[in-house]
């Protein structure tokens, strides 16, 4: 090494540790923003439990089997989860060649050919050529001191682990979806069967009145009007059928198959509510799948905040390179061997800006991702709050339409021993009928929601947090 290169290697040397120190000195520390969740849910009824409903896995907390059987195949066939696990390996792969980035690059290069060349003469040129052959080996190696490749690494990691999350967030709403899906079709099932009874209903009420209109002792108006009834009722019947069709496709496609019929044993009165203790609100922070994606998602600005940072350096390096290179002349092969050894710094000197912008874009990146977890955080505590207050106000609702029904029930059997007594009108008969059949369809609506209401709250606390992505599919 010449003594000009050696000073300039002595410099470098000396400049490596102040560039290292600023380096480290600009690049920032991640630190999770602090959320304050509550101490307590909102509509939340006595003190938190250190158990939480979103411990249980989700067999745990849906006891019919059809509806176990149907999530199952769901979590094994479903193309969304398809989608995020291979997302999850294209964000793995990436991490690979993040990684890649620290350790030493080598090569070859091999080439054979020839070259002319012309020789002037007094009269004429004579061509010579010069067959060669050279083989090359080369590595290069990029010292990472200001922490370029690690926190690039750093960033692929966290989209990575974010992925993890996303594929368990699709999994979580998978569930919910089968779950409030099947007790939607329950729910159909019961309103086809009040359907097809009002239908029932309803043409007794025609042949009734048509004796009465036969007999002379009534007008032919209740005949119609019973008969306009009882044509609306087979509508519903018709209605309820097809909706009930559309929702069964709709569970076959969630759970990755071809519209079908689902099957079902338990009716909708007869699934039962599971208890559903809280547990901590700090632990939702934990749970939630969308929670922790957002996170990952800071983690990673942070880092690239870093990249951006360490792109205000040069970049350091080692180069080598070891060869062989034979040449043919007048018929006679001439080799010869080749080598170098290099380091080398490269660097930015004026950029436009560039640079400067690219970090600002980084920051305000950053400053999104902050947002957009503190709107999560908050988001999930509206829901479980939601869940919660739908719970106890369902419990009411439900009460009071149960004793609206049987109050409707009788008034109806009443209305009808007293028109064919001749003491009421049929006007009576109708009314009483009309107000009995809507009414117990909003008391199977009802029964439905409480069942969703306690699929929501398992949602919205994180719920199968525990599970590992294989063991989804797998009811105990």
Same mark, same amino acid.
């Not at 989608?83 to 030493?104: C, D, M, N, T, Y």
């Not at 009882?230 to 069709?245: C, F, G, N, P, Q």
């Not at 180069?319 to 380091?343: E, K, T, Y």
């Given at each position: ?15 490596? &540790? ?17 959320? $304050? ?19 249980? &896995? ?8 059809? =509806? ?25 792969? /990436? ?9 030493? @690059? ?14 002037? #003469? ?37 989209? =990575? ?26 729910? /159909? ?32 108006? &209740?005949?119609?009007? #019973?008969? #306009? ?20 496709? $709709? ?33 939702? =922070? ?7 994606? #957002?996170? @990952? ?45 290099? /380091?080398?710094?490269?660097? &930015? ?80 008969? /109708? ?36 599970? $590992? ?8």
């Amino acid at each position: 090494m010449t003594p000009r290169h050696s000073r300039r290697t002595t410099a470098l040397a000396a400049l490596l &540790p102040a560039l290292l120190i600023t380096a480290c000195a600009t690049a920032p520390d991640y630190k999770k923003p602090d959320v $304050a969740p509550p101490a307590a849910f909102r509509a939340q009824v006595g003190p938190a439990e250190a158990a939480s409903i979103a411990d249980a &896995p989700w067999w745990g907390v849906f006891d019919d089997p059809e =509806l176990r059987g149907l999530i199952a195949r769901a979590v094994s066939g479903n193309y969304d989860i398809q989608v995020a696990v291979a997302r999850i390996e294209q964000a793995r792969a /990436l991490v690979a060649v993040s990684q890649s980035q620290a350790k030493p @690059q080598v090569g070859y290069d091999i080439a054979a050919g020839g070259e002319n060349a012309f020789v002037p #003469a007094k009269t004429t040129a004579d061509t010579i050529s010069y067959p060669f052959v050279s083989g090359l080996l080369n590595a290069a190696w990029e010292i990472d001191v200001w922490g370029r490749i690690r926190h690039t690494t750093d960033a692929a990691r966290a989209r =990575l682990l974010a992925q993890e999350d996303v594929r368990r967030g699709v999994m979580l709403t998978l569930v919910s979806d089968v779950a409030s899906g099947y007790f939607r079709l329950l729910e /159909l099932d019961r309103e086809l069967a009040i359907a097809e009874d009002s239908s029932r209903v309803f043409k007794q009420t025609v042949d009734l009145f048509s004796l009465r209109f036969e007999a002379g002792r009534d007008s032919q108006l &209740p005949v119609e009007r #019973a008969r #306009a009834n009882y044509d609306a009722s087979a509508a519903r019947v018709e209605d309820l059928k097809r909706a009930i069709a559309q929702q069964e496709n $709709a569970l076959s496609i969630l759970a990755g198959g071809y519209p079908k019929a689902i099957e079902r044993k338990r009716t909708l009165t007869e699934q039962s509510m599971p208890p559903a203790p809280l547990g901590a609100t700090t632990d939702m =922070l934990q749970r939630r799948p969308d929670i922790l994606e #957002a996170e @990952q998602n800071m983690i990673g600005a942070n880092a690239e905040i870093a990249v951006s940072v360490a792109n205000y350096f040069p970049r350091i390096g080692l180069s080598a390179l070891l060869g062989v290179q034979g040449v043919s002349i007048n018929d006679s092969w001439r080799g010869f061997g080749l080598w170098n050894l290099a /380091l080398s710094a490269a660097g &930015p000197i004026y950029t436009g800006g560039r640079l400067q912008a690219v970090t600002r874009e980084r920051q305000a990146y950053w400053d999104e991702t902050v947002a957009q977890y503190k709107k999560t955080v908050i988001g999930a505590f509206r829901e479980t709050s939601d869940a919660l207050v739908a719970q106890q106000t369902l419990v009411g609702r439900r009460t009071a339409l149960e004793r609206q029904v049987g109050d409707l029930r009788r008034s109806s059997e009443l209305a009808l021993t007293r028109y064919d007594a001749g003491r009421a009108s049929y006007f009576e008969v /109708l009314e009483a009928q009309q107000q009995l059949f809507p009414a117990e369809d909003a008391l199977a609506q009802t029964q439905r929601d409480q069942l969703v209401a306690v699929v929501s709250l398992y949602k919205a606390l994180g719920g199968g947090w525990k599970l $590992a992505p294989e063991q989804w599919s797998q009811p105990q």
